[in-house]
DNA sequence: AAGTGGTCTAGACCACAAG
DNA sequence: TTGTGGTCTAGACCACTTT
């Protein structure tokens, strides 16, 4: 078919735009069903193929999402909100909102797959924690299921040498966790470094995490460090990008 | 064709495998060509829209990336870092290493599409800096640009009652910046929340960004505080997210 | 049972890049 | 000029969800 008049854009993109368009304007709200692949072809005159690749746009956006055999709809964004300090009071700033509204609390969390092993270390996690390559370190892997939702993947190395005989081989760290133990071995952590990136999902953080198409993965990896800058924790975390947002609160 | 034997999987996800799991076996190096639709056809008995399905897994997984007219390659991943506080110096933690290598220095950081104007607040932003809605806002937005690649996008807002007849309203700031001007206008900033997000690009961000597909955008939210938790700066970031590692350094 | 998206085929024309 | 990816058509069968 000779595209008939002045149109510089695909008509796959031009079906997304009109799609996007109204759906920014509010005529289709989170939880909505789009048009589906045969509304499409009726009210554009295109092939399948075509409409099908128009949905596929707002899908590999994060705007929409399919579901098999009911069509495709509009997603939400309603994230966790994760605080990497902590320590300094959220009140004392509290004249300034967030700007991103986060449903938090009254959610069920749900530690999930936890496994803890001993191995040799990776050889990126070695030049981290300032050991040997192929020392032994302490392997703690696990997820995070929110309401059913799984939105974290967590894997901690630790340097074998130092947790050996403490709770922190065992699968319940007991109270206060991984960190109360180290301080007790005199390797308690008092700075820490958080290093973040964003990339889509490898096929296996997909499955784990239960992603849709078009939502990418936030990696945080955090060293922990005890006095006189011995690292002491390496945290490698594959978030959801869907269900987060990270805080970060520091002075000047 | 009748499926011949035992496949679970969609032709199109075996053959993007086969292709994954070679890259990652280094059989194909960041910049390599990859085998493009006519040998996929050719090697894998499939038709056209099947082998180019394949080969767009890999680009929506960031992987590899198109040229037109040329083929499509293995993608790199070099990023900048970019240190939330600068504050804390870096040597003193310097035992541990990070885990992202990120060639940094050496390159050419231009600042771009430079624009200052002033505007009712958007709703979003008077929430935040605690104004009124549609109350005057300086707008100050600019873009980055390394080594002619594009990476940052930004756009800060400061209440217009504040910053009037001072510097900040022009395209050149001065000495120090913004927050020098602040400092002069009795609005210090002294304490600082980041917000960071992370989903897929719009259209126009892919477009000012020159994004690739797979490539998701890291948003960040920078709030500056004056004394008393007097919000004196929203600042909203829009990065590539191939192009940045962010760090945050901070004491338990 | 009807409708939906998921996969797949076998063609076609185009714009662009490289030799 | 040749080969590449980008767009598009007009069919088809399947698995799944909903009615």
Redesign the interface.
Known sequence: MATTGGDRQPKYQRIA?TLREAIQAGEYVPGDRLPGENDLMATHGVAR?TARQALGVLQ???IAESRKGAGVFVRA?R?LRRR??Q?LSRE?????????SADIEDRTLVVDQVAVTEEPAPE?IA????IAPDDAVCVRSRRFVLDGKPVLLATSYLPASLVAGSAITQEDTGPGGTYARLGELGA????????????????DEANRLSLS??T???LI?R?A?ADE???VE?N?MTLD??S?????????
């Open positions: 735009n193929m590999n956006e994060g964004f994230p990497g300090i320590r004392q700033w509290g004249a300034g909102r967030s700007i991103w990126r030049r981290v924690l300032d308690k952590p008092v700075h820490f470094r958080e290093e973040v990136r964003s990339r889509m999902p490898s096929q198409m078009g990418p993965v936030i990896c060293t460090f800058g011995r690292p390496v490698e990008s869907a987060y947002v990270l805080e970060y609160d520091f002075d000047a």
